[in-house]
């Protein structure tokens, strides 16, 4: 039998925005709340809310560790993900970061991230 793998949790979201095209970074990190399970990652405004603000195909996500210094992170220990979507008439490349609170926590979700993958 296969084990339900999975995490939630609160962590510090932050998307890489461009601004005219310019590839400037945007916006501040804001606390949300994931889910990750086998299919997807979902965001939440917070913990009580019950229908996602963003929603991603885990298969679709490359995960990396590390957040870039520039970006000013409240902590250093986090993840930044990249999302490449598939479609033929209009591929797209999203990224963004995620901070978490300890260096165990953020070990927790990347092996997640990839046991999953």
Same mark, same amino acid.
């Given at each position: 039998? +296969?084990?339900?793998?999975?995490?939630h @949790?609160?962590? &510090?979201?932050?998307?890489?925005?461009?601004?005219? =095209? #310019?590839?400037?970074?945007?916006?501040?990190?804001?606390d949300?709340?994931?889910?990750?399970?086998?299919?997807?990652?979902?965001?939440?405004?917070?913990?009580?809310?019950?229908?996602?603000?963003?929603?991603?195909v885990? +298969?679709?996500?490359?995960?990396?560790? @590390?957040?870039? &210094?520039?970006?000013?992170?409240?902590?250093?220990? =986090? #993840?930044?993900?990249?999302?490449?979507?598939?479609k033929?008439?209009?591929?797209?490349?999203?990224?963004?970061?995620?901070?978490?609170?300890?260096?165990?926590?953020?070990r927790?979700?990347?092996?997640?991230?990839?046991?999953?993958?």
């Amino acid at each position: 039998t +296969k084990v339900d793998v999975s995490k939630h @949790g609160m962590m &510090k979201f932050r998307e890489e925005r461009s601004i005219l =095209g #310019l590839g400037l970074p945007t916006g501040n990190f804001h606390d949300r709340f994931f889910i990750l399970n086998v299919t997807s990652l979902r965001m939440y405004k917070d913990v009580r809310s019950h229908r996602p603000e963003r929603e991603w195909v885990v +298969k679709n996500l490359k995960i990396y560790l @590390g957040i870039k &210094k520039k970006l000013r992170p409240p902590t250093c220990w =986090g #993840l930044t993900v990249v999302y490449d979507s598939k479609k033929q008439e209009k591929p797209e490349r999203h990224q963004w970061y995620l901070c978490c609170e300890t260096q165990s926590e953020m070990r927790e979700w990347y092996a997640t991230f990839l046991s999953i993958q």
